[in-house]
């Protein structure tokens, strides 16, 4: 299973990004990807969810500015970022679980300056 982050970069305050998750070794539709992002010095959290079934969870600082959707036909799960914050700034990770082994992207740079 190998995932591929894309699509971060520098914004400004309240503008708008998205990043992609192409998965291969797996389908996006059979095995939930979730969003993780590690700003400078902190752990990395939980920013999304969007389960196999179609699912989706959302953490409660970026509930109703962020929105996971997937392309079945791509096997690509995408972080629609709008609203963006200064807090919003780090690393950005998608991460897949199948068969008790959790998998990870390499990582997409975030960074909203104000």
């Known amino acids: 299973v190998q995932l591929q982050a894309s699509g971060g970069g520098l914004v400004q305050t309240g503008g708008s990004l998205r990043l992609s998750c192409a998965a291969s070794g797996t389908l996006v539709t059979t095995n939930g990807v979730a969003w993780y992002r590690q700003a400078p010095g902190a752990q990395r959290e939980w920013v999304a969810t969007?389960?196999?079934?179609?699912?989706?969870g959302y953490a409660d600082s970026v509930r109703g500015r962020f929105a996971v959707s997937r392309d079945n036909a791509a096997n690509t799960v995408y972080l629609q970022m709008d609203s963006l914050k200064s807090e919003d700034t780090g690393v950005y990770y998608c991460?897949?679980?199948?068969?008790?082994?959790?998998?990870w992207g390499q990582g997409t740079q975030v960074t909203v300056s104000s």
């Open positions: 991460s897949l679980e199948k068969r008790n082994v959790r998998y």
């Open positions: 969007l389960a196999a079934g179609g699912a989706t």
